[in-house]
């Protein structure tokens, strides 16, 4: 049985970090394309980080490039995704996905290219 557990959301105050996880079981990460995607209040969900398991390059969306840094430990199966100077519009739901399909690089942070999901984790970004 294919499952995502994310883990690390909480509360922080604008500029702190937090570093999510993804824990895998049922398949093995390194076989998999993973990503992160996000969703807030009231918005659509936003794809910010993927590893492509096609060329091994890790893509960001704008909006978090730079201050995101997303990490695959194929021997935990885990990924994690390091979050720095956190923005109050960084607040949402985080998620992470996995797809065993070829996606072409323009649809890597597409949700629709994604077959499993997590149950996804709250982030809060408040003073």
């Known amino acids: 049985q294919v499952q995502l557990v994310e883990s690390g959301g909480g509360l922080v105050q604008p500029g702190g970090s937090l570093r999510l996880s993804c824990e895998a079981s049922?398949?093995?990460?390194?076989?998999?394309?993973i990503g992160w995607f996000r969703q807030a209040p009231g918005k659509e969900r936003e794809g910010i980080s993927c590893?492509?398991?096609?060329?091994?390059?890790?893509y960001y969306a704008n909006s978090v490039k730079g201050r995101f840094t997303m990490s695959r430990d194929n021997a935990k199966n885990t990924v994690s995704l390091q979050m720095n100077n956190l923005r109050p519009e960084d607040t949402a739901v985080y998620y992470c996905?996995?797809?065993?399909?070829?996606?072409?690089?323009?649809?890597?942070?597409?949700?629709?290219?994604?077959?499993?999901w997590g149950q996804g984790t709250q982030v809060t970004v408040s003073s």
């Open positions: 996905a996995a797809s065993a399909r070829l996606i072409a690089y323009e649809y890597v942070l597409a949700s629709f290219v994604y077959d499993y």
């Open positions: 049922g398949f093995s990460l390194d076989e998999y394309t």
């Open positions: 590893i492509r398991t096609e060329d091994g390059v890790t």
